[in-house]
């Protein structure tokens, strides 16, 4: 190329080449301006190579800020459907000062002459992008060792460290191009594997299992990529709902090798791991947790508690008690953990309590921050393809009615939780609000009350208001109170019951 000795001049007047090897401690930015040369140039001789190059390179790849605005004018000519060639774009770059010391507007037609082949067109771009990437590195590294020394009340080393790895992971994934056309004939086949494995599963479920039979069939199983939204007022079970549901599908994977089930994450913002896996323990001893506690417990019980503890100790259940997390750090941990134990199943309790990447400063921008928590969420469940289940709490508005049961306008702080998730689900208890409304006694509504107590006792709703790709509608469900249970209405609980 006749510009060789120019590029030379340049990188020298950067660094003269005896200067840096008098002073060891100078780095010049990874570069190669020879495969951002090769792939101009073949840009300019074959428009169609930019097919190929579109959906990974950006201008700002480019080291050199000339080859950066000859790649935006290509771009721009392409994408109008003009030629972009070294005589139509000539009259762009005649006066441009950096392209003097190379030849002026004649370096386009350099660039073009120089180029024997378009066939590697998609190799330099890779090349660039990958040194684009060695020097966004270099500047994540000088961020961190400012950030580091810099000591403030606002941001502490935690804050840092989630900084630097939501960088670095926003970063590895600004190149991934994924996706793209699917023929129909690949996406029915994938359709009838789905439905082949529906009709050779137990109760016909093509996600990963709530445990909870009437919900499986109304759901079909949690799914990949969906977000899934557990939303209900205080003490209405949310969390138990949630730690039902995580532990019966660990359970499943840990009882069938695999098989079915999943391995869960499960973010407890609100409750400590060990009140959670104390919820859990209680469940599969079927002892009261209040008893446990208070160590109200026999010898028997005993016994059974500490033969559960020995058979939870297989369960893949991974639980993450750090509060106020960043939803850029549960994307962290949610990717961490996938790769060193694996994960298919992720459960944020509870929504409200995650924190967007930007500081919290009024009520306006803490629902633009709660949009972000939602997109967030679901990007992990699309980019681990693996079903997110958040938990979210409602307004006050629903105190205010007389049907209490909560309608998706009762999403507290965003209309993005809505719009966001595949599916949201309502926790309900009748039970509940019937204790706290006792009429007068002796009177008719005090009779009426009795009967609508014997109806609701010890059962839940699990109201399903939005489903993308299902039917929506109400599941009834057992609660045992005492040990915080979610169960199949109709299932014959035994006082023995254990893991």
């Known amino acids: 190329m006749n510009t060789d ?6 990188a020298g007047a950067q660094a003269p080449a005896d200067e840096q090897s008098d002073n060891p401690h100078y780095r010049v930015l990874p570069h190669n301006l020879e495969a951002e040369q090769g792939l101009l140039g073949a840009l300019l ?15 700002d790849h480019f080291f050199m800020p ?16 003009q030629t972009a060639s070294p005589v139509t774009l000539k009259s762009y770059f005649e006066k441009d000062g950096d392209l003097k010391d190379l030849g002026g507007a004649g370096y386009l037609a350099d660039l073009a002459g120089s180029i024997i082949s ?6 330099y771009a890779e090349t660039v992008y990958e040194l684009y990437m060695r020097r966004e ?28 790895e939501t960088k670095l992971f926003s970063l590895a994934e600004s190149g991934e191009v994924q996706g793209g056309f699917t023929s129909l004939r690949d996406s029915v086949l994938v359709s009838i594997e789905i439905a082949e494995i529906a009709f050779k599963t137990k109760g016909h479920v093509t996600g ?22 557990l939303a209900g007022r205080p003490s209405m079970g949310k969390t138990a709902l949630a730690t039902n549901i995580a532990f019966n599908t660990a359970r499943k994977y840990a009882q069938t090798g695999g098989k079915e089930g999943a391995r869960v994450g499960f973010f407890s913002l609100e409750m400590s791991s060990d009140q959670l896996a104390s919820r859990i323990l209680s469940d599969c001893a079927n002892i009261s947790g209040h008893s446990i506690k208070q160590g109200d417990i026999s010898q028997d019980d005993f016994q059974k508690f500490v033969k559960a503890s020995q058979e939870l100790s297989q369960i893949p259940l991974h639980i993450d008690d750090t509060p106020a997390l960043t939803i850029g750090a549960v994307r962290t941990r949610a990717r961490r953990l996938k790769r060193q134990h694996g994960l298919d199943f992720l459960i944020i309790d509870y929504l409200q309590l ?6 919290r400063q009024s009520e306006s921008n803490r629902v633009q921050e709660v949009s972000e928590i939602t997109r967030g969420l679901k990007a992990i469940a699309k980019e681990l393809n693996i079903p997110v289940l958040a938990l979210s709490q409602l307004s006050r508005a629903v105190e205010q009615r007389d049907d209490k049961r909560p309608m998706l306008s009762d999403l507290r702080e965003s209309g993005s939780i809505e719009q966001d998730a595949d599916v949201v689900m309502f926790v309900y208890r009748e039970e509940y609000y019937l204790h706290r409304a006792e009429p007068e006694m002796g009177s008719e509504k005090h009779m009426q009350w009795q009967e609508s107590c014997e109806r609701a006792l010890n059962v839940g709703e699990c109201i399903i208001a939005k489903a993308r790709h299902g039917p929506i509608g109400t599941v009834r469900m057992h609660f ?11 299932e014959i609980h035994d006082n023995n019951k254990s893991f």
Not at 49 to 56: Q, V
Not at 67 to 81: N, P
Not at 146 to 160: C, I, V, W
Not at 354 to 359: I, K, P, V
């Open 118 to 123: 378009v066939i590697n067109a998609r190799d």
């Open 137 to 164: 590195l270099v500047s994540l590294g000088e961020d961190i060792v400012n950030e580091a020394h810099e000591h403030t009340l606002e941001s502490g080393a935690t804050e840092t460290i989630e900084m630097a």
């Open 45 to 59: 001789v074959d428009n169609r190579a930019y097919e190929k190059i579109g959906d990974l390179l950006e201008a």
């Open 480 to 490: 045992d109170g005492h040990v915080t249970r979610f169960s199949d209405l109709d």
């Open 208 to 229: 990963k299992t709530t445990g909870l039979r009437d919900l499986d069939k109304q759901l079909a199983g949690l799914h990949p990529s969906d977000l899934l939204i």
């Open 5 to 10: 000795i120019a590029f030379q001049d340049i």
């Open 354 to 359: 995650l924190r967007g990447t930007g500081s």
């Open 66 to 81: 000339v080859h950066q605005r000859i790649f935006t004018a290509i771009s721009q000519f392409v994408d109008r459907g």
